[in-house]
């Protein structure tokens, strides 16, 4: 299986290509960045801490960061996409034009950028998660069972800490559990959906679903799923410890699209956890 990655020089780009360079049964076909960007002729494996290594065992020989993603699409067999949302969208017009598959990571993407993935969807095998380990994805499903299982007079919260250098907010895992969350109490997200509290907020309201967000240092990610009851409280955490186990399931996902028909996947499909 022959995987492309774009932004392979982003901080998960770098942990892809590291991933793909020592993976069984996976060839690197190429990586691109950001038109203009200075990284476009840098050696891929090298940028990704594997340079001489990689090259001495022939794993990696010389492929150089390019910048034309039609060309990578046309030279894999999936591609593996960590950006920012306006990128994924022009990468989801070539995965369905190409029949190529698309492994989506970047978070923060709204209805225009989640339909060019559908539109992909009709032609290619397309997996988008806003959060690639297993534990979160357990997580999830955890997240539903028991808002189900608890009324209202649990107030859930789910609090998030990132990196500092993390664009969006709260993270798309976040997010993703308060949909879940949400899904166990019957509830549509939006209704019910508080971000962030200052001044005068006055009492909060029974059913809300709330989000605390925290930045700093170089959290990979940690999320909590708090259902706080009068004289009980239940958290679901789940800490990462680095950004290796994104990458790890990113690549995992990519296998699994080899025998999977066109279609829009989450990772709990990839997982077998849907
Ligand atoms: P980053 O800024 O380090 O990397 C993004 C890279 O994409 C940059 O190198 C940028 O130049 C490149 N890029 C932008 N436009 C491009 C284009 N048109 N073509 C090719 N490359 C382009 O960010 P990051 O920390 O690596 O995170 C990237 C995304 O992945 C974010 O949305 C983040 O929230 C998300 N993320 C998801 C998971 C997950 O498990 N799903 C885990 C970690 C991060």
């Not at 982003?10 to 190429?30: Q, W």
């Not at 994805?137 to 608890?150: I, K, M, P, R």
């Not at 990519?254 to 999977?260: E, F, H």
Request: charged fraction near 20%; glycine fraction near 18%; proline fraction near 3%.
């Amino acid at each position: 299986m022959k995987i492309g990655i774009v932004g392979c020089a982003g901080r998960m780009g770098r942990m892809v290509v590291a991933e793909v360079l020592t993976t069984d049964g996976v060839e690197l076909a190429g990586g691109t960045e950001a038109p203009g960007s200075d990284f476009i002729g840098q050696d891929v494996a090298a940028l990704a801490g594997m340079g001489a290594g990689a090259e001495a065992v022939g794993i990696a020989p010389g492929i150089k960061i390019g910048g034309d993603a039609g060309a990578l699409f046309q030279d894999s067999d999936v591609v593996i996409d960590f950006t920012v949302p306006a990128a994924t969208a022009g990468h989801a017009g070539l995965a369905g034009g190409n029949g190529c598959a698309l492994i989506v990571g970047t978070t923060g993407l709204e209805a225009e950028h989640m339909d060019a993935l559908a539109s992909a969807a009709e032609k290619a095998v397309v997996v988008q998660a806003a959060n690639m380990s297993v534990g979160v994805n357990l997580l999830l499903g955890l997240t539903e069972q028991v808002a189900g299982a608890l009324g209202d007079e649990y107030d859930i919260e789910i609090f998030e800490m990132h990196h500092r250098h993390k664009v969006d907010a709260p993270s798309g895992t976040a997010l993703a559990l308060g949909q879940a969350a949400a899904a166990g109490r019957g509830v549509d997200l939006n209704q019910v959906s508080k971000r962030g509290r200052d001044g005068n907020t006055g009492p909060r309201n029974p059913g809300d679903i709330g989000f605390a967000v925290l930045r700093g240092g170089d959290v990979a990610g940690d999320h909590t799923v708090i259902f706080a009851g009068d004289g009980e409280r239940i958290e679901l955490t789940h800490k990462a410890g680095n950004r290796s186990v994104f990458a790890r399931g990113a690549v995992r996902a990519a296998l699994w699209t080899a025998k999977q028909k066109p279609g829009l996947y989450s990772m709990r499909d990839v997982l077998g956890l849907g």
